[in-house]
T-cell receptor
Framework: GAVVSQHPSRVICKSGTSVKIECRSL??????MFWYRQFPKQSLMLMAT?????????EQGVEKDKFLINHASLTLSTLTVTSAHPEDSSFYIC?????????????FGPGTRLTVL | DAKTTQPNSMESNEEEPVHLPCNHS???????IHWYRQLPSQGPEYVIH???SNVNNRMASLAIAEDRKSSTLILHRATLRDAAVYYC?????????FGKGTRLHILP
């Protein structure tokens, strides 16, 4: 199956700093990528949908100025958590869709665990 | 949006079959039924999907009710590595919205 990678897998940062997380589709081109956040013992929450070459679409309640998303190429999307605070500590997961299809298959990255001190 | 209902958790003994139910009474005629699972500290992984007919692959089987208002994911012989949260999802506006899923515990 298609492979999606994330980097870094784990990051610890100080409060107030910005952190960038990369999401790459390794063996396919992804016109659309998605970013999720998951708190302990909870389900994944969709944050935003990222389309190559256009602005991301954010879900209700997600601050677009805090979570900057860039989808500059068909294989790379980045999520930057700006001025991170301890409440931003979470497991961030991206996914990529090969192409629009009737069954909407997505491939997920392994996740990035962010800890803000 | 079509919604799914799954039990919060289930238990099964190792090497026995597991049947994970999902109710989706408001499913539309064009919604595919997808199953993903998430192992601890990992991203979700695709398990299986179907529309109307039952489906089999190397990981599992998907049994879809004739009225499509429910489906069952079948793991034929559970192993400890199958312990995960299993999500039953319907195609919704090209986005995957995760519910709470079923946490499957496998007893050795």
């Amino acid at each position: 199956g298609a492979v999606v990678s994330q980097h870094p897998s784990r990051v610890i940062c100080k409060s107030g700093t910005s952190v960038k997380i990369e999401c790459r589709s390794l063996d396919f081109q992804a016109t659309t990528m998605f970013w999720y956040r998951q708190f302990p013992k909870q389900s994944l929450m969709l944050m935003a949908t990222s389309n190559e070459g256009s602005k991301a679409t954010y879900e209700q309640g997600v601050e677009k100025d805090k979570f900057l998303i860039n989808h500059a190429s068909l294989t790379l999307s980045t999520l930057t958590v700006t001025s991170a605070h301890p409440e931003d500590s979470s497991f961030y997961i991206c996914s990529a869709r090969v192409s629009p299809s009737s069954y909407n298959e997505q491939f997920f990255g392994p996740g990035t665990r962010l800890t803000v001190l | 949006d079509a919604k799914t209902t799954q039990p919060n958790s289930m238990e099964s003994n190792e090497e026995e079959p597991v049947h994970l139910p999902c109710n989706h009474s408001t499913i539309s005629g064009t919604d595919y039924i997808h199953w993903y699972r998430q192992l601890p500290s990992q991203g979700p992984e695709y398990v299986i999907h179907g529309l109307t007919s039952n489906v089999n692959n190397r990981m599992a089987s998907l049994a879809i009710a004739e009225d499509r208002k429910s489906s069952t994911l079948i793991l034929h012989r559970a192993t400890l590595r199958d312990a995960a949260v299993y999500y039953c999802i319907l195609g919704i506006d090209d986005k995957i919205i995760f519910g709470k899923g079923t946490r499957l515990h496998i007893l050795p």
